[in-house]
C-alpha cells in the first residue's frame, strides 16, 4: 500500500527567509503524481504545487519549488522569500494514475515569523 | 463560478445517533471526493463518486456511506455515530478529463463534534 510521510510535525521561519518541508512516500509504482497543499487557518484547502512522476525537471511555481528525487522518494517543497501569509498546514500527497484515491501526509504546520 | 460548498458548516451530535453532511461541487464538476481529516491523522480519503457511481473507497467502516445525485451534488452520512467520528469533514471536486490527473477543488469542510 502506499504511504507518503511528513516527518515534520511544525515548522517556523523567519519572515522573508527560506523553509523546506519535507515528504517521503512510499509506491511501487512508476506512474504517479505529488503534491502540496495548503490549508490556511480557515480551512479551505488550495494546491500549491504538482509533479509528474515522470517528469524529472522540478516543479516551480513562483515562490514555491519542489525537489524531487524519485529513486530516494522524496518531494521536499521550498518556499522562498517566506510571507506571513504562507503561515498553513502543508500537506503532501500521492496519487497513483489512472485513480482518484488522493493519499496525503499527516501535515506540517508552517509558523511565520514576523 | 461558486467554489465548493459544504453545509452545515458546524455539527453537534451525540454517540449513537446519525448525521448527513452535504457537499456541492463546482457547477461542471462530476467527480466529488470525501475526506476526513483529524490531528495526527492528516486527511484519510473514504469515497469518491463520479456519475452518481461510487467508483473508490476508503478504508472506514460501513457506519460511512455516501451518494451522489444527477446534479453532482453529494451526501455522506455517519450511523451510529462514534466519539472517534470527531473531525473535519472534506469534500473535493474535480471535473473528469482526457488526463488521469485532474486537480481537486476542496470545501472549507464540515466541523462535527460528537459528545
Known amino acids: 500500500a502506499q504511504t507518503v510521510t511528513q516527518s515534520q510535525p511544525e515548522m517556523s521561519v523567519q519572515e522573508a527567509e527560506t523553509v523546506t518541508l519535507s515528504c517521503t512516500y512510499d509506491?511501487?509504482?512508476?506512474?504517479?503524481?505529488l503534491f502540496w497543499y495548503k490549508q490556511p487557518p480557515s480551512r479551505q484547502m488550495i494546491l500549491v504545487i504538482r509533479?509528474?512522476?515522470?517528469?524529472?525537471q522540478n516543479a516551480t511555481e513562483n515562490r514555491f519549488s519542489v525537489n524531487f528525487q524519485k529513486a530516494a522518494k522524496s518531494f521536499s517543497l521550498k518556499i522562498s522569500d517566506s510571507q506571513l501569509g504562507d503561515a498553513a498546514m502543508y500537506f503532501c500527497?500521492?496519487?497513483?494514475?489512472?485513480?482518484?484515491?488522493?493519499?496525503f501526509g499527516t501535515g506540517t504546520r508552517l509558523k511565520v515569523l514576523a | 463560478k461558486a467554489g465548493v460548498t459544504q453545509t452545515p458548516r458546524y455539527l453537534i451530535k451525540t454517540r449513537g445517533q446519525q448525521v448527513t453532511l452535504s457537499c456541492s461541487p463546482i457547477?461542471?464538476?462530476?467527480?466529488v471526493s470525501w475526506y476526513q481529516q483529524t490531528p495526527g491523522q492528516g486527511l484519510q480519503f473514504l469515497f469518491e463518486?463520479?456519475?452518481?457511481?461510487?467508483?473508490n473507497k476508503g478504508n472506514f467502516p460501513g457506519r460511512f456511506s455516501g451518494r451522489q445525485f444527477s446534479n453532482s451534488r453529494s451526501e455522506m452520512n455517519v450511523s451510529t455515530l462514534e466519539l472517534g467520528d470527531s473531525a473535519l469533514y472534506l469534500c473535493?471536486?474535480?471535473?473528469?478529463?482526457?488526463?488521469?490527473?485532474?486537480?481537486?477543488?476542496f470545501g472549507p469542510g464540515t466541523r462535527l463534534t460528537v459528545l
Open positions: 463518486y463520479f456519475s452518481e457511481t461510487q467508483r
Open positions: 509533479q509528474e512522476a515522470y517528469k524529472q
Open positions: 473535493a471536486s474535480s471535473l473528469p478529463g482526457q488526463s488521469s490527473y485532474n486537480e481537486q477543488f
Open positions: 509506491t511501487s509504482e512508476s506512474d504517479y503524481y
Open positions: 500527497a500521492y496519487l497513483r494514475s489512472g485513480t482518484y484515491k488522493y493519499i
Open positions: 457547477s461542471g464538476h462530476r467527480s
